[in-house]
């Protein structure tokens, strides 16, 4: 799945991801930390994976293992 980052708190290491279906997705601290990065911006293009519940697991960059 992948989406949009709409809002990142760098203190909080959580945000919100805009879908590419329009609907926004919150993702914590947790899912960051798995991801590797130091760091997002709004408006950067992220895939995510999530749990069966839709709770996201990790954030990614598309391309970047």
Do not use: K, N, Y
């Not at 709004?42 to 954030?59: K, N």
């Amino acid at each position: 799945m992948q989406g949009t980052i709409a809002t990142f708190d760098a203190g909080t290491r959580s945000g919100t991801l805009l879908l590419d279906d329009g609907s926004e997705l919150a993702f914590g601290s947790e899912a960051f930390g798995r991801s590797g990065l130091r760091l997002l911006r709004l408006g950067q293009r992220v895939s995510i994976e999530a749990e069966p519940g839709g709770q996201v697991h990790r954030v990614l960059i598309p391309g970047i293992v």
